[in-house]
């Protein structure tokens, strides 16, 4: 059996490493123009000559928690596209939603400010009752989100494509209820995955439809983002501020607005990192079951993008 790696953006030899001590009747070995062909592919953002020369591919695991950089290469119909379940990053997505969400509700920037300028200030709590946050996606990394957020008791909604229940969670799913759950929640955070129905969902129309002082938290893709019209958004007041930490230009722009606006937060693409040692036993695990014919969770539906 032969596994190849291919990472646009990162050594993949620690994973090959990894891998092979994990899965030593494997040959695993990282990618390059003219190898030997594999069975089963590891990869993040590969280039169409990486599909185009290995056709004998059963397995494409992505090892991030996006795959439409994938769905918009020419993929042959028999292969499997496997995104990870989690790999570590749910808890860490939890733990940067609510950091934002908190950092929001408690009106942490301003205090930032004050001190910055020496002074002792005082704001009058907020209640939380008041503080809605409506989770956009609830596939995996989405449903650990709106649990973490209940621990600190805010109200939670929730959207999906198709009709969901999650545990303490006010569910709305398809078109027909998203100005529903837009108007319902004070803080949105975005967690859909990327398709061509999804992409500038984020734009003037849907955004205008939060609740004034609404606050945009987007750790999806930088894709589902209208940035100008966030912009304009926040410049009228209508919406309070952003979280960014995915933007469609990767780095940012020096020049790009958001880094100097002051009711908007950027990070660098860094709320939920794929975590190696988690990642390496769940690809290998697969790889085993899919060898013993037995099904494999994380299958991607090519068609509908996730």
């Given at each position: ?177 998203l100005p529903d759950f837009l108007a ?45 019209d966030l912009i304009a958004l926040i ?72």
């Amino acid at each position: 059996m032969n596994i190849t790696l291919f990472f646009a953006s990162l050594s993949p030899e620690p994973w090959v490493q990894g891998l092979q001590q994990a899965f030593p009747e494997a040959a695993v070995s990282a990618w390059v123009p003219g190898a030997p062909p594999a069975d089963h592919a590891i990869v993040w953002a590969p280039p169409q000559q990486f599909i185009d020369e290995q056709p004998g591919l059963q397995t494409l695991f992505n090892i991030g928690a996006g795959v439409d950089a994938l769905l918009q290469l020419r993929l042959p119909p028999s292969l499997k596209v496997v995104r990870l379940d989690d790999a570590g990053m749910s808890v860490q997505m939890a733990e940067y939603v609510c950091h934002a969400v908190i950092r929001h509700f408690r009106e942490f920037d301003a205090y930032d400010t004050d001190t910055q300028a020496g002074k002792w200030s005082f704001r009058k709590p907020r209640s939380r009752a008041d503080f809605a946050v409506g989770v956009m996606g609830l596939g995996v990394l989405g449903e650990r989100v709106a649990k973490a957020l209940q621990v600190f008791e805010f109200p939670v909604n929730g959207y999906s494509r198709s009709p969901k229940e999650v545990a303490g969670v006010r569910c709305f799913s398809g078109a027909q209820a998203l100005p529903d759950f837009l108007a319902a929640s004070r803080v949105l955070v975005n967690l859909m995955p990327l398709t061509p129905e999804t992409e500038n969902i984020l734009n003037h129309a849907t955004l205008s439809q939060l609740p004034q002082g609404g606050y945009v938290i987007n750790v999806a893709r930088g894709k589902h983002l209208v940035e100008d019209d966030l912009i304009a958004l926040i410049n009228k007041g209508h919406l309070a501020g952003a979280t960014l930490d995915v933007f469609r230009t990767e780095p940012l722009p020096a020049a790009h607005p958001f880094w100097q606006h002051p009711k908007i937060t950027v990070t660098p693409h860094t709320s939920a990192r794929t975590l190696r040692e988690e990642s390496i036993a769940q690809i290998v695990g697969k790889i085993r079951t899919l060898g013993r014919g037995e099904p494999i969770q994380g299958l991607v539906d090519t068609v509908r993008g996730y």
